[in-house]
C-alpha cells in the first residue's frame, strides 16, 4: 500500500514539479522569443522564471517552518510560510515592473517579428502546460492549506492568459502585418504585477489577522452548541501562528445553577472535540445565565427589542439578572462603523436606567470578531 505524503512532503513535491515544468517552459519561451525578436514571448519566459524561483523560496520557506517549537517560539514558526508567501509575491511584482519596462521600450522601438509554425505549435503547448500546472498546485494548496501553494496556482493560470496574449499577437502580427508584440508585452506586464499584488495583498492579511473564514466560524459554534448544557455561543477568537496552528477563545452561555464539576468535563470535552475536528486550541469563558426565570426572559426580550432596533448594534448576549443585588447586564456587539461605540453604550444604559431606575445597568462592548 502507497504511504500517504505529509502535508509539508506534498508541499515540497509539488513544488518541484514546478520548479522543472516553469524551468522547461523558459527555456522553450527564450528560445523563441529570441528567434522571433518577440519581447512578449521572452517577458514570458522571465515570469515562468520568475515562478521557478517562486517555487523554490516555497520549499526554503517550509522547511525553516517545519522548526520545532523552543523557547522563544513557543508556538513554532508556521508563520515563516506567510513570509516566504511574501517574498514570492515581491518577486511577481518585481517581474511585472521589469517586464513593463522592457514593453514600453519595445513599443518606443518596435522590431520585426518572425514566427514559424513550430513556434506557435510550442506556445500551444506551454497554454496546456500551464493551465494543468495551476490547477494541479492550486487543488494541492487548498488540500494542505497552504497560501503560497495556492498563490502560486493562481499565478499559473495567469501565466496562461499571459501565453495565450502572446498566440494571439502572434496571430495578428501573421495575419494582418501589425505588429502590437510591445502592447501585447505591456498588457503581459499588467497582468502579472497585479497577481503580485493581489498575492501580497493576501498573505498581509494573514499576517495582520484577517476576519475568521464565515464557515469555519458557523461550523465551530455549531459544533460546540450540539451539547446539551450549551446555550448560546459567541465571542469566538482565532489567532493564527501557521497553516496548521490555531488558538483561541469564545464565550458559552451556561445555566447558573450547575456545578463546577459539569463545567469542568463540558470544557475539556469540548477542548478535545475541537482540537480533534478542527485542529484549533481553544479555551472556554463562561456566561452564567438565568433564563429559567420567566421574569428573567420578559425583560431580557423587551430589552433586546430596543437594543437591534439601534443603528450599529449587531447582537446583545449573556444577558443576566441579579434580583438580590438589583444588577441588570448584558454585552452588545458593535459593528465598526460606529465612530463611538463608549457613547452609544452609554446612551443605551442612561434610557434602560429611565426604565429600570432600581438597576444598576452594566454593558459590556465586545466587538463584531467573527460570524
Do not use: C
Not at 65 to 77: F, I, R
Not at 89 to 104: D, H, K, R
Not at 229 to 243: A, E, K, M, Q, R
Request: no cysteine; aromatic share 8%.
Amino acid at each position: 500500500m502507497k504511504k500517504k505524503l505529509s502535508r509539508d512532503q506534498q508541499i515540497i513535491k509539488t513544488s518541484i514539479i514546478g520548479i522543472i515544468v516553469n524551468i522547461f517552459l523558459s527555456i522553450f519561451k527564450l528560445i523563441i522569443g529570441l528567434l522571433s525578436s518577440s519581447i512578449a514571448i521572452m517577458m514570458d519566459a522571465i515570469n515562468n522564471l520568475s515562478d521557478a524561483l517562486s517555487s523554490i523560496i516555497i520549499i526554503i520557506g517550509m522547511k525553516l517552518a517545519l522548526k520545532p517549537a523552543d523557547n522563544k517560539h513557543p508556538l513554532g514558526h508556521g508563520r515563516l510560510e506567510y513570509l516566504s508567501a511574501m517574498i514570492v509575491s515581491f518577486i511577481v511584482f518585481f517581474a511585472g515592473i521589469t517586464s513593463l519596462i522592457e514593453s514600453i521600450k519595445k513599443i518606443i522601438n518596435p522590431s520585426d517579428i518572425k514566427y514559424t509554425p513550430l513556434m506557435l505549435a510550442f506556445i500551444v503547448i506551454a497554454i496546456l502546460a500551464k493551465l494543468l500546472l495551476g490547477s494541479y498546485t492550486k487543488n494541492i494548496g487548498k488540500k494542505v492549506n497552504s497560501t503560497a501553494l495556492v498563490a502560486s496556482g493562481s499565478d499559473a493560470f495567469f501565466d496562461a492568459i499571459v501565453s495565450l496574449s502572446t498566440k494571439i499577437s502572434a496571430l495578428i502580427i501573421i495575419i494582418f502585418n501589425l505588429n502590437i508584440d510591445g502592447f501585447i508585452g505591456a498588457a503581459i506586464s499588467l497582468v502579472i504585477i497585479k497577481a503580485g499584488w493581489d498575492m501580497l495583498s493576501d498573505t498581509l492579511d494573514r499576517i495582520l489577522g484577517s476576519r475568521i473564514d464565515s464557515n469555519l466560524s458557523k461550523e465551530i459554534k455549531a459544533k460546540i452548541k450540539e451539547e446539551d448544557l450549551v446555550i448560546g455561543v459567541y465571542d469566538l477568537i482565532l489567532h493564527n501562528y501557521g497553516p496548521e496552528t490555531m488558538i483561541g477563545s469564545v464565550h458559552i452561555e451556561l445555566e447558573e445553577d450547575i456545578t463546577t464539576k459539569q463545567i469542568y468535563e463540558l470544557t475539556r470535552k469540548l477542548r478535545m472535540d475541537m482540537y480533534d475536528e478542527f485542529g484549533i486550541i481553544l479555551t472556554f469563558g463562561i456566561y452564567a445565565i438565568n433564563q429559567k426565570d420567566p421574569r428573567v426572559i420578559k425583560i431580557m426580550e423587551e430589552i433586546n427589542k430596543y437594543i437591534l432596533d439601534i443603528d450599529g448594534i449587531i447582537q446583545m448576549h449573556a444577558f443576566y439578572i441579579n434580583f438580590e443585588a438589583k444588577q441588570l447586564s448584558f454585552d452588545i456587539v458593535v459593528d465598526f462603523n460606529v465612530d463611538d461605540k463608549f457613547a452609544l453604550r452609554d446612551s443605551i444604559a442612561d434610557q434602560l436606567k429611565k426604565e429600570y431606575p432600581d438597576y444598576t445597568i452594566f454593558i459590556a462592548i465586545d466587538t463584531y470578531i467573527s460570524d
